[in-house]
């Protein structure tokens, strides 16, 4: 079937997994077996991942990071998406506990590694993709 595959549809979404659902729910009905969705979330929110995960086998879906750098995974980090990311760091500079400032600022910083990295791991993959 990927062979097959006549047209892409790019979805780029930032921490908006409602959004992405009702694009989905409303697409799906009209595109045929030739078309593919691709879905990036740069806020590694696995809400989006779980709605995607409905729609696989219905069609062919790809969740970028997974797809394309399947070694990444926030799952083992103490910040594992955007939205606490930015709670972290709101949080951090009303802190007083400097071991906890430490403590939240290491979790912040290493997720935005992982954060940064991805992004640059997913460019570097379609263009090695686009170059073949």
Do not use: H
């Not at 991942?49 to 219905?58: M, P, S």
């Not at 394309?68 to 802190?95: C, D, F, H």
């Amino acid at each position: 079937m990927e062979n097959n595959i006549l047209l892409s549809i790019c979805i780029p979404t930032y921490n908006q997994p409602q959004k992405v659902k009702r694009l989905l729910k409303s697409l799906l009905p009209q595109i045929s077996p030739e078309v593919e969705i691709i879905v990036c979330d740069d806020s590694s929110n696995f809400e989006t991942e779980n709605i995607i995960k409905e729609y696989l086998g219905k069609t062919s879906i790809k969740y970028v990071l997974p797809a394309l750098a399947p070694e990444l995974s926030y799952k083992n980090l103490n910040i594992q998406e955007g939205a606490t990311a930015s709670n972290t760091w709101n949080e951090i500079v009303r802190m007083k506990d400097k071991a906890e400032i430490t403590r939240n600022a290491n979790n912040l910083l290493t997720y935005c590694q992982l954060d940064t990295y991805a992004m640059y791991a997913i460019w570097k993959r379609c263009v090695s993709e686009i170059n073949k």
